[in-house]
């Protein structure tokens, strides 16, 4: 009998566990929960309270399966891929990971990636001439000209400096693609100058699959310019306006409030001020890490989840 159900309603992301789950994302500094916990290289500063992230194929099995520094969980209809490493070259690094998702989830039929999470130390960092986000980019850029992406819908992402020597990276892949969404108060990531790195980053701003809205790692950038130098408040407030103008641009209506968030820090000394701020504005699901910006002047980064029902996120 053929599989009718709707793929897109089927990825959801909630706080606690009610189908079985692809990922649950955990930190440095907490238990993991399952077989499908990635425990990603960053310590959690602060959280709401009964605060989780849990990535979930709704009704299907998931299957694991690890080797080495690598790991899988796949349901019939998303494929997750999760590496590790403590290798210095970072070139190298993502070569390796890239090139092994993208032929392995080709191979088995997952054609569309849709999310992805890198983190690797030392982001911002100059090795001859060149930072190591840069660094990043141009190998990425390559790989996916390799395996034919350049032309295809980019993934939501988030790219981040760990405080330690570990990398990890995430991805999620579907049978079925998204939807880009882009921020009109934002210069596509792809169009970016090239004095920002030589090879532009490759992502969207946000990715709609069904009534799940993604939002890739978001800063506080207009057109392609930082504002707000060394001014956290006023970063945090562009973080969400942004986010919010991404949300308004979708097909996923529900408040700003709703969303589960993610919030990346660079100097930990400024937790308790974030934490007020967050709670000024009324979010009351989230988490904030200590991580590093792809620029240096960037103070806070954030990524967000929406779904239409409200119910997901309990």
């Not at 992805?116 to 190998?139: K, L, S, T």
């Not at 850029?141 to 570990?166: F, M, R, S, V």
Request: charged fraction near 20%; include cysteine; hydrophobic fraction near 35%.
């Amino acid at each position: 009998m053929k599989n009718t159900r709707n793929q897109s309603q089927q990825l959801q992301v909630n706080t606690e566990l009610k189908a079985n789950p692809l990922i649950q994302f955990t930190y440095l500094n907490q238990p993991i929960a399952n077989d499908s916990s990635v425990v990603l290289p960053l310590s959690v500063l602060a959280q709401s309270p009964h605060y989780h992230e849990i990535w979930q194929d709704n009704g299907q099995h998931v299957d694991v399966k690890v080797d080495d520094n690598t790991r899988v969980m796949k349901s019939d209809d998303f494929m997750v891929r999760e590496y590790h490493s403590r290798s210095p070259e970072l070139s190298d690094v993502v070569s390796h990971v890239y090139d092994d998702a993208f032929t392995n989830s080709q191979n088995a039929g997952y054609d569309h990636l849709i999310r992805v999470w890198n983190y690797f130390p030392a982001i911002n960092d100059d090795m001859a001439g060149m930072e190591n986000y840069q660094r990043f980019c141009v190998a990425r850029h390559a790989l996916l000209d390799q395996h034919n992406q350049l032309g295809q819908p980019n993934p939501a992402a988030t790219a981040i400096g760990t405080h330690n020597q570990q990398s990890c990276y995430v991805f999620i892949f579907s049978k079925m693609p998204g939807t880009v969404i882009e921020n009109n108060r934002q210069v596509s990531a792809w169009e970016y100058p090239l004095h920002y790195s030589p090879k532009q980053p490759r992502f969207s701003r946000a990715m709609q699959l069904g009534d799940l809205l993604m939002c890739s790692g978001t800063a506080s950038v207009v057109g392609h310019e930082t504002r707000h130098k060394d001014n956290l408040h006023m970063q945090f407030k562009e973080c969400l306006k942004n986010i919010e103008v991404l949300l308004q641009a979708s097909a996923v209506k529900t408040d700003l409030k709703a969303g589960l968030f993610r919030f990346y820090l660079r100097d930990t000394g400024d937790v308790d001020d974030l934490q007020q701020f967050i709670t000024e504005v009324g979010l009351n699901r989230y988490v904030i890490l200590g991580g590093d910006i792809c620029r240096e002047d960037l103070l806070v980064e954030c990524e967000a989840v929406f779904q239409n029902s409200l119910e997901t996120f309990t």
